[in-house]
């Protein structure tokens, strides 16, 4: 369950969100769409904790979004993977960091369709590849919670399709952010549309 | 700590591949000692030098004054370099998710950054063997300050280096902060380094092991308390 | 009373403090034995050195409760202060050296305080420059570690040069330990150690609600 209760963020005096309040019962999955600049990622972020509200309060299962974020996978607009380790060594160092056994790196690895690849660098993987890593990545821990941004970005047709069959299981509560209005709407539960900062 | 050895462990292993950190910090380590060579007679560094007189220097204290003016340039590319490779591509973002202390994150960070100034003290110091004759059995006795003083250069080192990171102005910034942090454990090391070249033995003034020891643990635990701030917003 | 009374009657007291000390300094005060007139120097010196330690101290008070609770008004306590303690730490140096020409026959000596006092003015000139330089989601934090780490430092740098330079001496003049001062002499001391504490508390308060008005500014501005 994920409640977020009028939120506000200003940089500066730039309001990138304006009291946004929204309610996601557990297990069930929110798309949020919206036009470039509308707040999505802000919103994205602060819910993953990465940055302070500057009005409002975020629970994720009663708790912040700090003290929850062992239950938290993110996955955002950079992959957040270091370029010169392999796919692999990648997912090693987050299953030590997340506290599971290295077992997970290469079943995740083989679930986004990356087997192939486990050996090479992060940095040499295509736009598309490395997408699907950051989603392995961001799952590792198997998170009852998880915040994805524009997850079909560079991805094809088929690994697309895929990707929503990955991201959504059983009683995990998830907020993804996309333009793809036809895949949003397919696996949304409930539906948000953010325009300047505001809820519409 | 396992998570700190962890963080450390990947620097190190993204480093031997990638190499972005040490050359550099070596290659400028390197210039810098080859310019200072000119300005200390042959054999200044073996040759029983007369004691200097009042109010003059002898040529070890100056060999001293330059091998660790040139380590602490080589640091501070050292550390804006490593703090860069975390915060490129907001990849720091992805230890702020993860559920470690942030202590922890700061401790591995310090620890390749320990190992990288370590590595490259070891080398500068043979390079004062080669080039300025330097005895090198003195190795004994600098090894033990060497590590204790880049305990606390990579402490302030990472502290600063992430913390410039969120600026504008981080090439500018980060010399700006580290010169005045680390100018105790420097005096420190120069002295105890200039000790060594001349009567071949530091733990005569154990007085200075304990000033670079009390600031070692100060800055270690501001580091490892107020890091959290750095990298959370 | 509302506030700008305050401030203004604050004002006119340091103003005629100021006034009457200067008058007190050239006119009043004997000339120092040993040092001449460049000893005059001192009722500005060490008073500014005395606001720019007060100032830092404020720093590192406001950047620890900034941390603890989070709260703008103490990141901006600490900013304002820092910015004039960076003018007091300057104006320390610049008497200093003016002093030191003419006693010690060089501009600058390596001493621990005059050391412990430049450390200062580089750290918070870092500080106040990456106040104007930083993410500014970050800033307040990230300036209160620096602050925290540069204050903490003064202590142990004072003391290494110290230490350094025991190894040779460099007989430097100790103003505050001569024994005998002339009664004049300390009370215009004295005096003006109040009235630039008076100068600081006025500009922390301008300096403080300057900060808060470009605060509003920038919610009036943005959408
Ligand atoms: N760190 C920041 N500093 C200043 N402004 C910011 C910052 N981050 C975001 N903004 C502004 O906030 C607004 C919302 O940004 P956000 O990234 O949330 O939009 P978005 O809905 O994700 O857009 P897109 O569809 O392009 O990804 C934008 O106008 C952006 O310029
Ligand atoms: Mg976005």
Sequence with gaps: MILVQSVSKRFGGFRALNKV????????????????????????????????????????????????????????????LYPSLTL????????????????????????????SKSKALVATLSRGESQRAALARCLIHDPDHLIVDEPFAGLDDASAAAFGQLITRESRTTIIATHDVDRGKQIADEIVTLEEGRTK | MRTAFAIAAKDLRAEARSKEVAPAMLLFALALVFLFTFALPPGSGRAPVPLPRAGSVGAREIASVFLWSSLLFAAIVGFGRSAALE??????????????????????????????????????????????????????????IALMTNIGLAVIGTLFGTATQYSRAKELLLPLLIFP??????????????????????????????????????????????FEFVIRE | MNIDTGVRNLAVLVAIGMLAGLAAIFFWVPTDDFQGVAQRLFYIHVPSAWVAYLAFAVVLVGSIAHLKTGSRRWDLLADSSAEVGVVFTGITLVTGM??????????????????????????Y????????????????????????????????????????????????????????????????????????????ALFLTLR????????????????
């Design chain 3, 125 to 200: 000139l870092g500080y106040v420059v990456f106040r104007r330089m930083g993410d500014p989601g970050r800033t307040g934090r990230i300036a209160a570690v620096i602050g925290i780490v540069g204050f903490v430092n003064v202590p142990l740098v004072h003391f290494s040069v110290r230490w350094w330079r025991g190894l040779h001496p460099s007989g430097v003049v100790n103003p505050a330990s001569e024994a005998n001062l002339p009664w004049q002499m300390l009370v215009t001391m004295l005096f003006m150690l109040g009235v630039f504490t008076l100068l600081y």
């Design chain 3, 98 to 123: 003016m002093w030191g020409r003419p006693v010690w026959g060089a501009y600058w000596q390596w001493e621990p305080r005059l050391t412990s006092t430049f450390v200062l003015f580089v750290v």
């Design chain 1, 21 to 80: 309040t929204i309610e996601i019962p557990r297990g069930k999955t929110l798309v949020v769409f919206g036009p470039n600049g509308a707040g999505k990622t802000t919103l994205l972020r602060i819910v993953a904790g990465l940055i302070r509200p500057t009005e409002g309060t975020v629970f994720v299962s009663g708790k912040t979004p700090m003290e929850a974020r062992a239950g938290i996978g993110y996955l955002g607009t950079e992959s957040l």
């Design chain 1, 88 to 115: 692999k060594e990648n997912l090693r160092f987050f299953c030590g960091l997340y506290g599971v056994g290295p077992g997970e790196a290469v079943r995740w690895i083989d679930q986004v369709g990356l087997s």
């Design chain 2, 181 to 226: 942090s680390v100018l105790p454990p420097l005096l420190a090391a120069i002295r105890l380094t200039s000790e060594t070249l001349v009567h071949g033995d530091p733990f005569t003034e154990t007085g200075w092991f304990i000033l670079i020891a009390i600031y070692d643990i100060v800055f270690a635990t501001i580091g490892a308390v107020t």
């Design chain 3, 208 to 223: 403080v609600r300057l900060g808060r008005l470009e605060d509003r500014l920038l919610l009036l501005e943005g959408r």
């Design chain 2, 87 to 144: 915060r490129e591509g907001s990849r720091l973002d992805a230890l702020v998710l993860a559920p470690v202390d942030p202590a922890l994150v700061f401790a591995g960070k310090a620890i390749a950054n320990f190992l990288y100034l370590t590595f490259i003290a070891i080398l500068v110091f043979f390079f004062f063997v080669v080039f300025i004759g330097v005895a090198p059995g003195a190795i004994l006795g600098f090894l033990p």
